[in-house]
Each structure stands twice: as structure tokens, then as C-alpha cells.
């Protein structure tokens, strides 16, 4: 599945459903990632910790819901998904160590959001994220740089 595009926000799923321990779980293994996961990562770290089997269009259908209660981000450029946290951002994924990271940027997507407008354009999702190299990485990089001198 290339990604989950809806026009209407997913319904959420009836607390003490099924659906909802399968949201929760989600949240819980994407909370303890150190990078975007993908679905049959979600999978599988699921069936370690619940020990019991899901399938991937149940993940699918509850990274929907997810996403339209704007809990979790799917990462474009990697196919992963993130927790949001709270604010319109942009993902930072560094191309290195594969981390993710989101920084605010409320005023980038309303100016986004104005520029649509002015030309007659109705914005309904919008993604940005960008490809560098963290902090992390860098220094790391730098260090065996001077290493090396």
C-alpha cells in the first residue's frame, strides 16, 4: 500500500473495542521507537508484546484512525510512521542513523495554507519533511574527521 490518504477523518474506534486495544498498542510501540516504524514492523513488535497475531490491513485501518485524530505522522520519505507530538510540524529524518524528529512549524503551514488559498486551492494535508543529517551524526562525522588529521 503506497499510503493512507482519506478525504474524511477516520471514525474512532468504541473505547474497550478491539479496534481501540489495537490503537493503543499501536501507540505504545511507535511511542518506544527511535525511528519511524513501518506496518509489519508495527506487526511484529505487537505480536512480542501482546503475544498475539494481527494482520496488516487491521494495522492499516488503525493507523487511519490514528493519523485522522492527528496522534500519528506517516514519514513519506522513509514509508514509516511517528508519533505526532502535538504541534504542526516538519519532520526532520536524518539520512544517516534513519532517526525522525518533528519541529514546529505552525506559521510554515499557515502561510502554506494562505498561498492555496490566494490561488483558489483547498489544502487537506499537508507534509513537509526534510532530509539532512542530525546533530548526532554530525558530530560523529566531525569526530572521525579529526581524527583522521
Given amino acids: 500500500m503506497a499510503g493512507i490518504r482519506t478525504a474524511r477523518p477516520a471514525r474512532p474506534a468504541s473505547p474497550g473495542s478491539p479496534a481501540a486495544r489495537l490503537d493503543a498498542a499501536i501507540l505504545r510501540v511507535l511511542a518506544a521507537a527511535a525511528t519511524p516504524m513501518g506496518t509489519y514492523a508495527i506487526m511484529a513488535a505487537i505480536a512480542r508484546l501482546e503475544e498475539r497475531s494481527i494482520y496488516p490491513n487491521q494495522v492499516y485501518r ?20 511517528l508519533l505526532r507530538p502535538g504541534l504542526r510540524g516538519v519532520i526532520l529524518i536524518c539520512s544517516l542513523c534513519g532517526g525522525a524528529s518533528q519541529v ?16 483558489g486551492f483547498s489544502v487537506e494535508r499537508t507534509i513537509i519533511e526534510a532530509s539532512g543529517r542530525c546533530s548526532t551524526c554530525i558530530d560523529v562525522a566531525e569526530a572521525r574527521a579529526s581524527d583522521r588529521i
Fill in 104 to 119: 514546529d512549524a505552525g506559521p510554515l503551514h499557515e502561510g502554506l495554507r494562505k498561498t492555496a488559498e490566494r490561488h
Fill in 62 to 81: 488503525a493507523l487511519e484512525r490514528l493519523i485522522g485524530a492527528e496522534l500519528v505522522d506517516r514519514v513519506e520519505m522513509s514509508s514509516g510512521y
